[in-house]
């Protein structure tokens, strides 16, 4: 579930470019820029820029051009911004193009220092390569930047945009379902993506209450966000165009109880990515069942604990978050309130039948330890009836005194969590501590979006 990285902070990376944003308004023409953005998208997100950022504050042209001033650049952001993934994997982004002369001359100028190339014209439209890797192509009504490229895919890029901007309003994105999604959300940002296009650390979890045989370009996302000191926020559901995917979707959703903040103070500030939730265990061990990731994910676990029994035996609130260790390895910490702790009359047995290489040992009253030469983990039950399991002894030890927090969050976050049905979030600085690629995540969401350190994500 976690090989990937590099992957994931591709991702990212681009949801920098496509998270300065999407959005739709009033009635079109062939000359509307949108028509210019493809029809097949996998992810579109919309951004109404002077209500998110303000009018004498958007950081767009100051990170893509350089500029201190938008009417010098000649591009329109009264209107919204759109930002895009296409079927290939390939990320864009759509702007309001208001005078297309002036953009040229500014694109001129701004070669001299090597900002990006002089433009030149291209089948009746005008093109330029910004920071070595993004084709930005232009006509007088829209400006699209689509990339990453290498230098010997340029041309064939840029025969691609050609098309997209000669689009009229049947054959881009204004006549598909996934715009008409968007168009139905309010917000100053919002969003529409298939679960495939989700960092993969994060598709396994948006799948949850999907039937068997669902796959993660069957389910989409559609969610509203917005900025707050130092979080983008996302509030947002899963759904399908498919009835009877969605119809799953919609009943299991039913599982999720709002979360009071039993486990707000435990929540790790070093965990990469962590989850809430507030459910009957019974009931949600089928929705965990019927997730071939997940059920990879406790694979591992379940060789020698019989962690589905585990499970049942939850009724509350659980907390599940992923920490990076010294080694470089992702490590699990989970917790969760207990309606019972009945299993705990199995793990003699357990114990008496692990698998060769594994084993099971007393560690302290009511907990234990794992290991199978490679890996280990303490598990047990707490005082005031709460599972516990993880690698950090330390912390594990602390839960077993009776310690309520760990390396907390900031109140802030907390505060955002609480209530909330289903609650995950990426913690952008722990990544960038524990994986060196990874700064560019920081750096660019940095420039274009503030200082973000969180990724929030809430089920409505």
């Not at 093109?127 to 232009?138: I, R």
């Not at 599972?387 to 955002?416: I, V």
Request: glycine share 6%.
């Amino acid at each position: 579930m976690f090989q990937n990285m590099r992957t994931f902070l591709l991702k990212m990376q681009g949801i920098a470019w496509l998270a300065v944003s999407l959005w739709l308004l009033s009635a079109c023409s062939n000359d509307d820029y949108r028509n210019a953005i493809p029809h097949e998208c996998t992810a579109l997100v919309s951004v109404n820029m002077s209500q998110q950022f303000g009018k004498h504050e958007l950081p767009l042209p100051k990170v893509l051009l350089k500029l201190s001033s938008i009417e010098e650049a000649g591009l329109d952001l009264s209107e919204n911004a759109y930002l895009f993934e296409t079927t290939d994997g390939t990320l864009g982004m759509c702007l309001k193009m208001s005078d297309a002369d002036q953009f040229s001359t500014v694109l001129s100028q701004l070669s001299k220092i090597g900002i990006c190339e002089k433009p030149s014209e291209r089948r009746g439209y005008r093109f330029t390569l910004m920071a070595d890797s993004w084709v930005a192509g232009y006509s007088d009504a829209a400006l699209l930047l689509m990339g990453p490229v290498a230098k010997d895919g340029v041309l064939d890029m840029q025969n691609r945009m050609v098309r997209f901007l000669a689009q009229e309003e049947k054959q881009g994105i204004l006549d598909t379902r996934i715009y008409e999604k968007l168009q139905a959300m309010d917000g100053a940002m919002g969003v529409v993506a298939q679960v495939q296009v989700l960092p993969e650390q994060l598709q396994p979890l948006f799948m949850l209450g999907t039937p068997k045989g669902a796959d993660a370009s069957q389910v989409y996302v559609s969610a509203r966000m917005a900025l707050h000191d130092g979080m983008l926020l996302i509030d947002g559901e899963p759904f399908s165009f498919n009835k009877s995917v969605d119809a799953y979707l919609q009943e299991s959703a039913k599982l999720y109880r709002p979360v009071q903040g039993r486990y707000l103070p435990l929540l790790d500030e070093a965990a990469v990515m962590s989850m809430l939730v507030n459910v009957p265990g019974k009931d949600y061990l089928q929705v965990l069942q019927s997730n071939r990731s997940i059920q990879s994910l406790l694979a591992g676990i379940n060789t020698a604990i019989d962690m589905d029994n585990i499970l049942r035996s939850v009724d509350g609130e659980m907390l599940l978050q992923m920490l990076c260790g010294q080694r470089g390895e992702w490590q699990m910490a989970l917790n969760a309130e207990l309606a019972h702790t009945d299993w705990v009359r199995d793990v003699p047995y357990w114990k008496q039948s692990c698998p060769q290489g594994t084993r099971i040992e007393d560690w302290k009253k009511n907990a234990w330890h794992f290991s199978n030469g490679e890996e280990f983990y303490y598990f047990g039950v707490a005082p005031d009836k709460q599972f516990f399991c993880g690698s950090d002894e330390s912390g594990m030890k602390a839960l077993l005194n009776g310690a309520t927090e760990t390396r907390p969050m900031p109140p802030s976050l907390s505060q955002e969590l609480k209530g909330h049905r289903l609650v995950m979030f990426l913690n952008l600085k722990a990544l960038t501590q524990k994986q060196e690629q990874s700064a560019v995540v920081s750096t660019i969401l940095g420039k274009v979006l503030g200082d973000v350190r969180y990724v929030v994500y809430r089920m409505k």
